[in-house]
């Protein structure tokens, strides 16, 4: 039989988003194959991990492109970027933990082109006068980081309706970042 590798990505990084310190059984456990067959797959928790950031990586990077960021107001941008992001939205939420990935200075360069873009559209947004200019574009890619994990763990534990998910990321994060009109 086959292994999915996507699909076992995916398993390991629900489980090991609630349960950081997972061992490889119970990853294995938890994507349905052996131990034997993930560790023929990844030769131990470091390459796991490395695999985890590099799908995440390809799925921000093509939810991005099919968001289309330079089309419309910013505002709707990050909407239909936050909705193209869902999926993705568990696995994002351990890499956004995961100390690993942000110790010393080889941090994946994928991360810094998926930050540029996502602060290139918030700076759009600030430019045409959508967003708050008090709050750094910087600032706000990371905040849009946080509420999407935050969000991932609340669906995962029944606290928050799945559908919700994109409606309650957006609909926050932009009224924290619009500017409010002048009295």
Known sequence: MAVDRSQTLHAAAALLTRKSTATMDEVAKAAGISRATLHRHFAGRD???????????????????RAGLDTGPAG????????????????????????????GEEQHAGW????????????????????????T??????ALY???????????????????????IAELLLGGARRSVEP
């Not at 390459?47 to 492109?65: N, Q, Y």
């Open 112 to 135: 810094a082109r998926v930050d540029a873009r996502m602060v290139a559209l918030f700076r759009r947004g600030q430019e045409s006068g959508e967003f708050r200019i008090d709050l």
């Open 146 to 168: 946080g509420l999407i994990g935050s969000c991932a763990w609340a669906v995962q534990d029944g606290r928050v309706a799945a559908k919700d998910f994109s409606y309650m």
């Open 47 to 65: 390459a796991l991990v490395r695999a985890l950031e590099d799908l995440g990586l390809r799925e921000c990077e093509a939810a991005l492109d």
């Open 137 to 142: 574009p910087a600032w706000l890619c990371e």
């Open 76 to 103: 709707d941008a990050l909407r239909r970027l936050v909705a193209e992001l869902e999926p993705a939205a568990p696995l994002l939420a351990f890499l956004n933990t995961e100390n690993q990935l942000f110790e």
